[in-house]
């Protein structure tokens, strides 16, 4: 599985942006997609996954202010996974990646995009 993330850039408190994770290779075994982010200095940490049922989850900071959603493809392959971002702050601050999660239990295993940077200042 291949991730190509891009949306990134620097938007001003209170703004918006989207950012896209596009999904090539084996997309057919991707069970769930995520989006993280890292702050400098800090761990990375999950914002919000979608998995196959199209069933969401977000993290605390990011509910109610963030969506995301799929875009997907022939037969309801994996396509690409957005990320629409709103009422930015500048905590948000951070390189976003996006994860496809393949298998179960002890077979799992993720596969990283690059990072897009998102910079909310004024």
């Known amino acids: 599985v291949q991730l190509q993330a891009s949306g990134g850039g620097l938007v001003q408190p209170g703004g918006s942006l989207r950012l896209s994770c596009a999904a090539s290779?084996?997309?057919?075994?991707?069970?769930?997609v995520a989006w993280y982010r890292q702050a400098p200095g800090q761990q990375r940490e999950l914002v919000a996954d979608?998995?196959?049922?199209?069933?969401?989850?977000?993290?605390?900071s990011a509910e109610g202010r963030f969506l995301i959603t799929r875009d997907d493809g022939v037969n309801g392959a994996w396509n690409v996974v957005n990320l629409q971002m709103n009422i930015l702050q500048p905590e948000d601050t951070a390189v976003y990646y996006c994860?496809?999660?393949?298998?179960?239990?002890?077979?799992?295993?993720?596969?990283w995009g690059q990072g897009t940077q998102v910079t909310v200042s004024s």
């Open positions: 994860r496809a999660r393949t298998g179960w239990g002890p077979k799992i295993v993720d596969y």
């Open positions: 290779g084996e997309i057919y075994s991707i069970n769930a």
């Open positions: 979608i998995n196959n049922g199209h069933t969401t989850n977000y993290a605390y």
